[in-house]
């Protein structure tokens, strides 16, 4: 379960005191609470407007020059600056996607076949033979990732195009390990992909130290001649509910997913230095949008929206965070009043930190259902 988060001032006031409306109407055993927040997201009211207006008035194509297509780029810019400064990145770093499963993939796919495209060019000799000399590219991710990092993975080991290690997550922090990732290691390994939260349990992973070890393990492995292994986390379940900065993290790529803070259901990808330091490879190609890393007339409504839902995470994190927070202590105190020592609170880890938002729970009994 995940306790809602903020809804704007307008947004409250409305449903609160809106004449007629079905919520005076109703007595409050009928009353429905949504709590799958870590499903999807309702639209912010602001968000609704930004993302009208883009249809009202930027209704031009952002490839063209004229007034219509010149407010349409403009909307897009400002969307991608906005993203950049949730998360603390730079707007040229960041590029649109549909959603999380396509940057994820999009992820999954660069570096593939970047490993592909660098051995194949450094090669070896007879003499002094590659340290990856016919190996398939090795990536590590953890057993509870979201499927559109965990079915990509399990078909290109289906299809003997990679080797994939799948590293369990820690009974006693629920947590995947930075010990176990380093321990997964291999001389082939190019990419190491883990969450930044779980969206069941909340549990928030160690990205930062999986970040310094691996950047630290890369020093080491140049010298030795191998690939550097590159660092990606799926924050699509902690954006909005906590602070997220790329440069904490250390991460090379990072997945935002709109509709998981209150934004529509379009998506965006961090790459830090892009076309620079962190490759990136398309799976598509026509008309060169997004600097042809991403092509496809931009749907500038969607990022309109997108930009506005990031643009308020940007400015009240930390007031959304400690509305959650309030909410789901208060919860769980309930539930722990009502049921007692029925209910086990399961993400409760001594010293793990979880997301403010996310309540994950099993009651005890005999001929219990859920629904």
């Given amino acids: ?17 809106q004449p007629g409306s079905r919520a005076e109407k109703s007595p409050p055993e009928s009353r429905k609470v949504y709590m799958d927040y870590n499903a999807t997201t309702p639209l912010e009211p602001e968000v609704i407007r930004a993302m009208t207006e883009a249809m009202q008035e930027a209704w031009g194509n952002p490839s063209s020059p004229y007034p219509a297509g010149r407010k349409a780029k403009e909307i897009i810019n400002a969307a991608r600056e906005n993203l950049a400064k949730m998360i603390g990145g730079r707007p040229q770093d960041m590029i649109f996607t549909s959603g999380g499963t396509e940057s994820n993939n999009l992820v999954i796919h660069s570096v593939v076949k970047h490993f592909h495209k660098i051995h194949a060019a450094v090669g070896g000799t007879a003499e002094h033979p590659s340290p990856v000399e016919g190996a398939l590219p090795h990536i590590i991710t953890c057993t509870v990732e979201h499927d559109s990092i965990l079915l990509p993975l399990e078909h290109l080991l289906e299809e003997r195009v990679a080797e994939v290690t799948f590293v369990p997550v ?136 997108l930009g506005k839902a990031a643009e308020l995470v940007a400015e009240n994190c930390e007031a959304y965070e400690a509305h959650m927070r309030d909410v789901r202590d208060y919860l769980e105190e309930r539930l722990a009043a009502e049921f007692g020592k029925r209910i086990h609170l399961n993400s409760q880890f001594p010293g793990t930190e979880r997301l403010p938002n996310t309540c994950n729970f099993s009651i005890l009994g005999p001929q219990l259902q859920g629904s």
């Fill in 1 to 17: 379960m995940e306790a809602a988060g903020p809804r704007s001032r307008d947004a409250r006031g409305r449903a609160a005191s």
């Fill in 170 to 305: 820690s009974k006693v922090n629920g947590q995947a390990e930075a010990e176990d990732i380093l321990a997964a290691v291999r001389p082939a390994t190019c990419l190491v992909t883990i969450m930044l939260a779980n969206n069941e349990t909340g549990v928030i992973m160690p990205v930062p130290e999986i970040s310094r070890r691996v950047r630290a393990l890369n020093q080491q492995r140049a010298a030795g001649g191998l690939p550097g292994v590159l660092v990606h986390t799926d924050a699509a379940q902690a954006l909005g509910k906590q602070r997220v900065d790329v440069r904490d993290l250390g991460v090379d790529f990072l997945t935002v997913v709109g509709h998981k803070f209150y934004g529509p259901r379009i998506g965006a990808l961090y790459i830090r230095g892009l076309g620079e330091l962190t490759p990136l490879y398309p799976m598509l190609f026509g008309g060169g949008q997004e600097r042809n890393f991403r092509p496809g007339t931009e749907n500038t409504p969607m990022i309109a929206g």
